[in-house]
């Protein structure tokens, strides 16, 4: 447990190291996802402050799709659309480097008390994507950082869009569950 702990910690410090260990360490696999769960956990229950009680279930369910699907996005974009002469990676590689990049969403919690949603969220978002960065750096073996940057701010939006478009289908949060 400590040393799950002790990469948490690594990670939402931008420890560059960390994300190299956990690309390397096949045994990994199963503390990052645990770290995406504590991650949509943490946003489920800020959430609860816009949504009530469902809304623990609706936000941390979305934040799980959410992240997949960057996840996913950024595997193609890095690996197939954007990759540099040494990127060699696989989906397992960036999945824990991912995983682990979302170390910073666990402050979503924070977003509970009431009037700080809007910055606790803000700043989660923001972390989290410079986590990525790194991650995608390390994972995909870039020289370039602004490579990594680009990489995760279009797999960011094409998922932003993707979740919208499933929202407006499906009709959103419905009114009732949404507090006044």
């Not at 769960?37 to 799709?65: C, D, E, K, R």
């Not at 999945?95 to 979503?108: D, K, Q, V």
């Not at 602004?146 to 998922?159: D, F, K, N, T």
Request: net charge neutral; glycine share 10%; charged share 10%.
């Amino acid at each position: 447990m400590s040393q799950f702990i002790d990469r948490m910690v690594r990670a939402a410090k931008l420890d560059a190291g960390l994300y190299e260990e956990v690309e390397a360490d096949k045994s990994s696999m199963g503390q990052a996802m645990g770290v995406v769960v504590l991650s949509s956990l943490a946003g489920g229950i800020g959430f609860m402050q816009v949504a009530g009680p469902v809304g623990l279930l609706i936000g941390t369910i979305g934040s799980l799709i959410a992240w997949y699907i960057w996840a996913f996005l950024t595997y193609i974009i890095g690996t197939k659309l954007l990759p540099e002469p040494q990127t060699q990676a696989d989906h397992g590689e960036l999945l824990r480097t991912i995983g682990f990049s979302s170390a910073p969403g666990i402050i979503r919690i924070l977003a509970l008390i009431p009037g700080l949603a809007t910055i606790v969220n803000f700043l989660a978002s923001v972390w989290m994507l410079i986590a990525m960065v790194i991650a995608v750096r390390q994972a995909l073996d870039y020289q370039s950082t602004y490579r990594a940057i680009g990489v995760c701010v279009i797999g960011w939006i094409l998922q932003a869009l993707i979740f919208w478009l499933f929202m407006m289908m499906t009709g959103g949060i419905p009114e009732p569950m949404i507090k006044h």
